[in-house]
């Protein structure tokens, strides 16, 4: 297919939808491309020349639909979108896989960068990295302040036992990835469930919290958060654990996997928590756990990407290397754990 017809998105098709879903919205010829960076969901910038949307849809060929559910994230977002959590205002919900092959939902497009790298965040200079990822903490106490029940959100998660379920499904998924000795990582995991801490009250949780999973304006406020996939109802400091874990310098040279922690002006991991502490009135007393379940979480799905490359199933750069990491995320998972 063209660039303006990508794999998974019929623009005829959809183009038809949205004339009778939504008469009027789209005015001129429809042109469409893949937006790169996803790691599951497909994404693609939809423009009629004059205004511009994204769909989001599953990856193609997927059987799972639990684990790529349009609905879910049409829903968080739907909910949240009247709040001061600035998320994309909502288009459509197409669950009929005739159109596109697979349940699809459209909102608008929103500008803003999503900063991956500490090298994308350098012209920006100290000064307005720093706010910028300030501004992520503040964000995020914003999200963690919804209530649930209010925006009807309910019953969108089992919030109660929530971290044993979440630690055991974790395990479950480093079971499946066994192929390999991985000194200390049945050690990580078994520590985390012996100090496995008092949850506050549940929350509207993000799951990938980051500073590459919001898009970020010219004056450096959010302007989006993204990628809602692993939403649920649960304890909101697993995502300020993930934010802590993104925030340490891997100090790994060539590395695939990036962070912006190095970056000038870059708050250090203290400075989030105390922010996030002194925005929400939340007890952080627990954080170290969170972050070292943040770096066992992230070496069990590093170690699975590594397990398909071995198996030949995984195309692109980078991940040959995947597999060395997995090793430094068990270390500073077990370190963090100590330090706590």
Not at 20 to 25: S, T
Not at 40 to 52: C, E, F, H, M, P
Not at 189 to 208: F, I, K, N, Q, Y
């Given at each position: 297919m063209s660039a303006d017809h990508p794999p998974g998105l019929d623009l005829d098709r959809l183009r038809a939808l949205l004339d009778r879903e939504r008469p009027g919205l789209v005015t001129g010829p429809l042109t469409g491309r893949l937006i790169e960076g996803g790691r599951s969901n497909l994404t693609y910038a939809l423009s009629d020349g004059t205004t511009r949307w994204v769909v989001r849809r599953p990856?193609?060929?997927?059987?799972?639909?639990?684990?790529?559910?349009?609905?879910?994230?049409?829903?968080?977002?739907?909910?949240?979108?009247?709040?001061?959590?600035?998320?994309?205002?909502?288009?459509?919900?197409?669950?009929?896989?005739?159109?596109?092959?697979?349940?699809?939902?459209?909102?608008?497009?929103?500008?803003?960068?999503?900063?991956?790298?500490?090298?994308?965040?350098?012209?920006?200079?100290?000064?307005?990295?720093?706010?910028a990822v300030l501004s992520l903490v503040d964000t995020l106490v914003e999200l963690h302040s919804v209530d649930p029940v209010e925006v009807g959100l309910a019953d969108f998660g089992r919030p109660e036992g929530f971290l044993d379920r979440q630690l055991r499904r974790w395990g479950k998924q480093l079971d499946a990835s066994r192929n390999r000795e991985l000194a200390g990582i049945d050690e990580l995991h078994a520590?985390?469930?012996?100090?496995?801490?008092?949850?506050?009250?549940?929350?509207?949780?993000?799951?990938?919290?980051?500073?590459?999973n919001v898009l970020i304006g010219d004056d450096d406020e959010i302007k989006a958060i993204l990628d809602w996939e692993m939403s649920t109802l649960g304890d909101p400091l697993t995502d300020l654990g993930l934010l802590v874990m993104y925030s340490r310098p891997l100090?790994?040279?060539?590395?695939?996997?990036?962070?912006?922690?190095?970056?000038?002006?870059?708050?250090?991991?203290?400075?989030?928590?105390?922010?996030?502490?002194?925005?929400?009135?939340?007890?952080?007393?627990?954080?170290?756990?969170?972050?070292?379940?943040?770096?066992?979480?992230?070496?069990?799905?590093?170690?699975?990407?590594?397990?398909?490359?071995?198996?030949?199933?995984?195309?692109g750069r980078g991940f040959d290397r995947i597999g060395d990491l997995v090793p430094v995320f068990i270390d500073h998972g077990l370190t963090t754990l100590q330090e706590g």
């Amino acid at each position: 297919m063209s660039a303006d017809h990508p794999p998974g998105l019929d623009l005829d098709r959809l183009r038809a939808l949205l004339d009778r879903e939504r008469p009027g919205l789209v005015t001129g010829p429809l042109t469409g491309r893949l937006i790169e960076g996803g790691r599951s969901n497909l994404t693609y910038a939809l423009s009629d020349g004059t205004t511009r949307w994204v769909v989001r849809r599953p990856p193609l060929g997927h059987v799972l639909a639990t684990a790529h559910d349009m609905k879910r994230e049409h829903r968080v977002i739907s909910a949240l979108h009247p709040t001061r959590v600035p998320v994309p205002r909502p288009v459509l919900l197409c669950e009929d896989e005739e159109v596109l092959g697979a349940p699809f939902y459209v909102m608008e497009f929103v500008e803003g960068t999503p900063y991956r790298t500490a090298d994308q965040l350098a012209p920006l200079g100290a000064e307005r990295t720093r706010n910028a990822v300030l501004s992520l903490v503040d964000t995020l106490v914003e999200l963690h302040s919804v209530d649930p029940v209010e925006v009807g959100l309910a019953d969108f998660g089992r919030p109660e036992g929530f971290l044993d379920r979440q630690l055991r499904r974790w395990g479950k998924q480093l079971d499946a990835s066994r192929n390999r000795e991985l000194a200390g990582i049945d050690e990580l995991h078994a520590a985390l469930g012996r100090e496995l801490p008092h949850s506050p009250a549940p929350t509207v949780v993000h799951g990938d919290y980051r500073l590459d999973n919001v898009l970020i304006g010219d004056d450096d406020e959010i302007k989006a958060i993204l990628d809602w996939e692993m939403s649920t109802l649960g304890d909101p400091l697993t995502d300020l654990g993930l934010l802590v874990m993104y925030s340490r310098p891997l100090e790994l040279p060539d590395s695939p996997i990036s962070t912006t922690a190095t970056a000038a002006g870059h708050p250090s991991p203290a400075e989030l928590i105390e922010r996030y502490a002194a925005r929400s009135g939340r007890d952080v007393s627990a954080v170290s756990w969170y972050t070292a379940f943040a770096w066992f979480k992230l070496a069990v799905i590093l170690e699975g990407i590594h397990y398909r490359y071995t198996l030949g199933q995984t195309v692109g750069r980078g991940f040959d290397r995947i597999g060395d990491l997995v090793p430094v995320f068990i270390d500073h998972g077990l370190t963090t754990l100590q330090e706590g």
